[in-house]
């Protein structure tokens, strides 16, 4: 290929498909870095098992409704952001105890009904975790 | 015909760049040098459009593509493919997702995986290793735009012009016209998009946004022209004389460096003015160069210049990923002078030898001539080595870096910690109900007597103590611990006043802050030690990053806080700035900052704490 390339007028045939292959890649990747990572119902483990999580995902993360168990038999089930209790959810403790509530960013805040042993200790507003109105 | 003093202009852009990246607390605006780029590039091809039109009548599409292609493409596979093996020398972090990073690089798509991606917290820490072939989507996208339209104003003024003499002078003023309209869109969309921003990524990587001075360069293109100048500038160059040239070539230089160490990233005035200027500086160099070139018939370029010029797009390319790498392995000078050199050897073999032969011309090494038939069994045989290794690579990627999941994990039970918290507080309500606040009063108490703080020690930290807040809880007695991703000291002292106000804040208090220092973080940290209620004792946790230096925000945070416990009796200092430095084991593998998931540095974190917590039994409270 190389010295007959100076004098070439048109180039090899094996070029031109080599070109063609190369922008055909090209376009590929492209559209390929732009598909979104997984999105959808999974079922996963964190922690080396110690967290079991079964519900919508999206980013690698919890994100949606969804439940995630502890080693300890609690457990919350609800809505996610970013991995995080995020939305309307429902947390149930094994010592007997439950919250269900609006969470912000990990945190209580919003509605709130605390119960310990079905008796409702608490419902009302929560803001970042205290409680704003008392029963 | 090679314009002599262009390779100037090209170094000036490069050197901007490296400094940038090595030096980014001193040369905060050395990301302009981009811009030089993107305003040369937009006036080369535009001055090559007009020769091309004025030589043969016309402007082939498919041709002035190939060669963008045979320019662009193969060094950057070849950056790639050399630099994904030198992946394994850091810690499985750094290739996080690095198969959709490559996608985007090869697919010219990064400056959208950027804004996409690139906001988030982790990244700071573990920077992509591909985030710089951003600038090469944009130029991609303003070649396949502009030939488009060279393209199309080439045929229309073909068809409607009768005289030949009359075309080009049509040709330029279609292309002018368009450049400036195309250069004004651009910058009024970033100028109106920067408005409110905080993170400038959305209009700093948009094609649509920065694409403005290419089409700045398009326009002095136009203007000037190679073989073809216009009358006006014709006449500029005949008055002109190599002085006064060598001068605005000298004053444009200056005032780019200067501006590289005025802006700043996170700065609006940037976005709305910042880069113009860089651009207008670039053109004017450009043009000095120009005129210099003609007024310098018998001088030659000094050939280190042209070599620097040469291999500068493939320098471009190789040292964003060697300098993360080196940085994480060794001092900064050292990672910085290793990046550079290294780049520039590759670079050479990239632009004398490989790029030639792929393109199907000989290669000219000293005084040999190689050729595709002679290279290409090697050529092939280690292309499709490292394109194994590659893909070796991109499979055994994680998703999530070790650091994301680390913290993610410790999120999660906080996020239990604080509802079993919000719990007890009911409980204690329900046991006694004086405790709670009563809707429609006032609490009984807005800030109680010492003696009521309650007992134990409340943690207010970052991502660092995120991240080894499951061991810190357990092995720190009767704490609390509150710790978030991207917490500055404004935050961590609203979540202080929050707890002092609920009267959560228990008598120890550990501020373990300043990773992400800001510039206000002398006032911000005052603030937090004067308003801290009487009766407290504070412990302040320096902060550590392998890779800062003394005039990082971090650092003088940290040399701040040793400062204050002889005026103020009740602070007590953890140094983990000082002891973290000590343990370069806690840190193997990781960004230097975050050593959650390594054992050691839990204990080692922990054991500062508690030491300083010792300390301060013996000192008075507030």
């Known amino acids: ?135 | 015909m090679r314009i002599k003093w262009f390779s100037l202009v090209r170094v000036t852009g490069l050197a901007l760049v490296l400094l940038y990246h090595f030096f980014q607390t001193k040369f905060t605006g050395g990301f302009i040098g981009v811009d030089v780029f993107f305003a040369f590039s937009g006036f080369l091809i535009t001055a090559l459009m007009v020769d091309e039109f004025g030589r043969s009548g016309d402007f082939k599409l498919l041709a002035f593509y190939r060669r963008r292609f045979y320019r662009i493409v193969p060094p950057l596979f070849l950056a790639v493919l050399l630099v994904i093996p030198l992946t394994f020398l850091v810690g499985h972090d750094f290739v996080t997702n690095i198969g959709r990073q490559i996608a985007a690089a090869l697919g010219f798509t990064t400056n959208y995986f950027e804004i996409a991606t690139g906001g988030s917290y982790e990244n700071k820490f573990i920077p992509h290793l591909f985030v710089h072939t951003w600038s090469l989507a944009v130029e991609m996208h303003f070649y396949i735009l502009w030939g488009l339209v060279a393209f199309s104003g080439a045929k229309l003024i073909k068809r409607l012009t009768k005289k030949a003499e009359r075309a080009l002078p049509r040709f330029r003023a279609f292309l002018g016209i368009l450049a400036f309209l195309l250069a004004s869109g651009s910058f009024a969309a970033m100028y109106i998009g920067a408005a409110g921003l905080t993170d400038f990524s959305r209009v700093y990587f948009s094609s649509v946004t920065h694409s403005f001075p290419f089409f700045v360069g398009s326009l002095l293109g136009v203007l000037s022209g190679i073989k073809y100048p216009l009358p006006l500038f014709k006449s500029i160059m005949a008055h002109g004389n190599k002085y006064v040239a060598s001068a605005m070539m000298y004053l444009s230089f200056v005032g780019l460096v200067s501006l590289g160490y005025w802006l700043k990233f996170d700065q609006l005035l940037t976005y709305r003015g910042g880069l113009l200027v860089a651009t207008l500086l670039a053109g004017l160099m450009i043009y000095s160069a120009r005129i210099l070139h003609d007024k310098t018939p018998n001088t030659a370029e000094p050939r280190w210049i042209t070599f620097l010029a040469d291999v500068s797009y493939s320098v471009y390319l190789f040292h964003w990923p060697l300098y993360v790498i080196f940085s994480h392995l060794m001092k900064n000078w050292q990672a910085a002078l290793l990046t550079t050199v290294l780049s520039i050897l590759l670079s050479a073999l990239s632009y004398y030898i490989l790029e030639p032969v792929i393109a199907g011309k000989p290669a000219h090494v000293f005084s040999h001539t190689l050729n595709w038939r002679q290279l290409q069994a090697p050529i092939i045989v280690v292309g499709l080595a490292l394109v194994g290794v590659t893909g070796y690579v991109v499979k055994d990627a994680p998703q999530l870096s070790s650091l994301e999941q680390n913290l993610w994990i410790s999120g999660i039970y906080q996020d239990v910690d604080k509802v079993a918290a919000t719990h007890d507080m009911a409980l204690a309500a329900t046991t006694k109900p004086q405790a709670a606040a009563v809707k429609g009063q006032p609490a009984p108490a807005q800030r109680p007597a010492p003696t009521d703080l309650p007992k134990g020690v409340s943690i207010i930290g970052d991502s660092v103590t995120l991240g080894t807040r499951r061991y810190l809880g357990e092995h720190v007695a009767d704490s609390a611990i509150d710790a978030e991703g991207d917490r500055t000291m404004d935050l961590a002292y609203k979540v202080m006043m929050e707890q002092q106000k609920n009267n959560l804040l228990r008598q120890y208090v550990v501020i373990c802050i300043g990773t992400n220092a800001l510039d206000d973080y002398a006032e911000q940290t005052m603030k937090l030690v004067n308003d801290l209620a009487p009766g407290h004792k504070l412990i302040l946790m320096t902060p550590y990053n392998a890779q800062a230096g003394a005039d990082w925000n971090s650092t003088r945070l940290g040399d701040l806080e040793r400062t204050l416990p002889d005026k103020y009796k009740f602070i007590t200092i953890a140094d983990w700035g000082k002891i973290a430095a000590q343990h370069p084991e806690v840190f193997e593998g990781t960004d230097g900052v975050h050593f959650g998931g390594i054992e050691a540095g839990d204990i080692l974190y922990a054991k500062v704490v508690n030491q300083a917590l010792a300390a301060a039994k013996h000192t008075p409270a507030k």
């Open chain 1, 1 to 135: 290929m190389g010295p007959r390339q100076k004098t070439r007028t048109r180039q090899s045939p094996v070029r031109t498909v080599a070109e063609i292959i190369s922008v055909i890649v090209i376009l590929a990747l492209a559209v390929i870095s732009f598909i979104p990572p997984f999105h959808g119902e999974a079922k996963t483990e964190l922690d080396h098992g110690a967290l079991t999580y079964q519900g919508q995902m999206a980013e690698n993360k919890f994100a949606g409704q969804g439940k995630l168990k502890l080693r300890d038999q609690d457990y919350y089930v609800g809505q996610f952001k970013a991995g995080r209790f995020d939305g309307h959810g429902r947390f149930i403790s094994h010592a007997g105890w439950s919250f269900q509530g609006d969470f912000k960013r990990g945190t209580p805040s919003g509605n709130g009904e605390l119960k310990l042993q079905g008796k409702t200790l608490y419902k009302g507003l929560v803001k970042d975790g205290k409680l704003v109105d008392a029963n």
